[in-house]
């Protein structure tokens, strides 16, 4: 049984930084694309970053020079590094996981994703 647990969430000041966690149970490591999401109230939950089953990354504009994800399947964790944030990075953040497709792939449409995480509040106000 798959099972996803963030944590790491908080608050921080615009240009601050947080690390986020997530420990990821029950997955064939090697052919699982993980990825982190964010949503913020009226808006649909948006792809940040993702990382293949062999360790390719690839993140959207806004964060990939400021965002970093990584994976240590040794101790089944996601995480993601944020660094220089900004207001508009303010939302709840989730780890998923999909369908282990091969060691290559991702699939990023939320609609496509079988496994989440619960969610942590990422805030950046001063």
């Known amino acids: 049984q798959v099972h996803l647990a963030e944590s790491g969430g908080g608050s921080a000041p615009p240009g601050g930084s947080l690390t986020l966690s997530c420990v990821a149970a029950?997955?064939?490591?090697?052919?699982?694309?993980l990825l982190w999401f964010r949503q913020v109230p009226g808006k649909d939950r948006e792809w940040v970053a993702a990382?293949?089953?062999?360790?390719?990354?690839m993140a959207i504009d806004d964060v990939k020079a400021r965002f970093a994800i990584s994976r240590d399947d040794s101790k089944n964790t996601l995480f993601l590094s944020m660094n220089n944030l900004k207001p508009e990075d303010t939302g709840i953040y989730y780890c998923?996981?999909?369908?282990?497709?091969?060691?290559?792939?991702?699939?990023?449409?939320?609609?496509?994703?079988?496994?989440w995480g619960q969610g942590t509040q990422v805030t950046v106000s001063s």
């Open positions: 990382i293949t089953g062999d360790g390719r990354k």
């Open positions: 998923a996981a999909d369908s282990p497709y091969g060691s290559q792939m991702c699939v990023v449409a939320p609609k496509d994703i079988p496994y």
């Open positions: 029950g997955l064939t490591y090697s052919e699982t694309c």
